[in-house]
């Protein structure tokens, strides 16, 4: 049974909406990464990294291993400050060092800017830890944003990470998935309509079936292990499970991890709500199995 907690997170989301226009919904979106205040020892440090501007965030003790986190927001919205906590959390829990990219976002800079940004960032990280073991981990539109680096990576021969985890990627920008309409009654945080409104802004003429933008329909061979997690309540259900098959005809090890009732990247609430603490315990688990 869902907790009290989550009870009444879904019931405030539904309560109050994100803006409309992409100034006033990213100020709102940094907003509620706010309400979930960094502990204490957790350091934050800016950097540049590959050109692209980046912090570390670390917690106690010597990181042994490396963390990309790509922040969801559909291209559009977001950034560092949403996913703070995340990152924090991600850093306690796996003992690696988390560094959040804060990539170029639509529609200013539409596709390929984010991912040119993930890439350059991917490709330094790995030149500076040579041999280290490094993940990648995004949520929604950071997941599919996550899978299109994987996909390039894989593509051009680089250093493979050692996983992936993503939380209710954003995999497929085509709206041809049944769940769309199917959960958007169910769903507090995500539409068909702002979905489409952000695939425009972000593929800018790019087609929307492309692989770099919907990842979904990418060569995955020779991947790493894959974990996505996905709630019953979201209208990109159907993302996951497609990507999940994607994957497994692709021959990668692959976790599909659905959650009953669950909200549009529920682990981002973890300190609210016990259900995001549970998920994102388990994620923790996978990526640190993965560093080996």
């Not at 010597?62 to 990152?87: D, M």
């Not at 497994?248 to 682990?267: E, Q, S, T």
Request: glycine residues 10%; aromatic residues 8%; negative net charge.
């Amino acid at each position: 049974m869902p907790s009290d907690a989550f009870k009444a997170l879904v019931e405030q989301l539904f309560a109050s909406p994100l803006p409309e226009d992409f100034p006033a919904m990213r100020e709102a979106y940094l907003g509620m990464g706010d309400a979930f205040p960094l502990p204490g020892d957790i350091v934050v440090e800016q950097a540049t990294i590959g050109g692209c501007p980046c912090e570390w965030v670390t917690a106690p003790g010597t990181p042994a291993n490396t963390i990309l986190l790509l922040h969801g927001g559909g291209f559009c919205i977001g950034g560092p400050g949403s996913h703070r906590h995340l990152a924090g959390e991600v850093a306690r829990q796996t003992g690696a060092r988390v560094v959040q990219l804060d990539y170029r976002l639509a529609p200013e800079h539409p596709y390929p800017a984010g991912l040119d940004d993930a890439l350059a960032t991917y490709a330094a990280l790995a030149a500076m830890f040579p041999g280290e073991r490094i993940a990648l981990v995004g949520d929604s539109a950071g997941g599919g944003l996550a899978l299109a680096l994987l996909a390039r990576i894989l593509r051009d021969g680089l250093h493979k990470p050692a996983s992936v985890y993503c939380m209710s990627p954003w995999a497929d920008l085509t709206d041809r998935a049944s769940s769309r309409t199917g959960k958007a009654a169910l769903d507090p945080l995500a539409s068909s309509a702002l979905l489409n409104r952000m695939a425009q802004a972000y593929a800018g003429g790019t087609a929307l079936d492309a692989p770099e933008i919907s990842p979904v329909f990418a060569d995955f061979r020779g991947a790493p292990p894959v974990l996505i997690q996905v709630g019953t309540a979201e209208v990109l259900m159907d993302d996951s499970i497609n990507l999940a098959k994607a994957l497994g005809d692709a021959d990668v090890d692959v976790d599909l991890d659905i959650r009953a009732g669950m909200i549009h990247v529920w682990p981002w609430f973890a300190p609210a709500i016990p259900e995001g603490q549970l998920a994102l315990g388990r994620a923790c688990q996978f990526l640190k199995a993965n560093f080996g």
